[in-house]
């Protein structure tokens, strides 16, 4: 199981970015997924995840700017982002419980996408 995280980049402060998250691997089941971000010097935090029963849980700084949705045909995973801050800066890691036909259930992280919120 792999998943393979882009979209990150450079922003100024209010503008959007949308991160992809591209989940591939054989025999395959999606349970659950998120994003989670990482700021120097801080701990790795949660930014949004959609749990198995379709409930959504988004970090309080985040909601009403970020929107976390799936496309389960293609097994993709976005986080749309808006009206971002110098506070949004970070690593951005995307995550999976998934179920694999070889191995059973387990946490999967994608590699991590930059974004830098700056003017």
């Known amino acids: 199981v792999q998943l393979q995280a882009s979209g990150g980049g450079l922003v100024q402060p209010g503008g959007s970015l949308r991160l992809s998250c591209a989940v591939s691997g054989s025999s395959i089941i999606i349970h659950n997924v998120g994003w989670y971000r990482q700021a120097p010097g801080k701990q790795r935090e949660l930014v949004a995840r959609i749990w198995s029963g379709g409930n959504i849980d988004y970090q309080d700084s985040v909601k009403g700017r970020f929107t976390i949705s799936t496309d389960n045909a293609n097994y993709t995973i976005y986080l749309q982002m808006r009206k971002l801050t110098p506070d949004d800066t970070a690593v951005y890691y995307c995550?999976?419980?998934?179920?694999?036909?070889?191995?059973?259930?387990?946490?999967?992280w994608g590699q991590g996408t930059l974004v830098t919120v700056s003017s």
């Open positions: 995550m999976g419980d998934i179920w694999a036909a070889s191995v059973g259930s387990a946490d999967y």
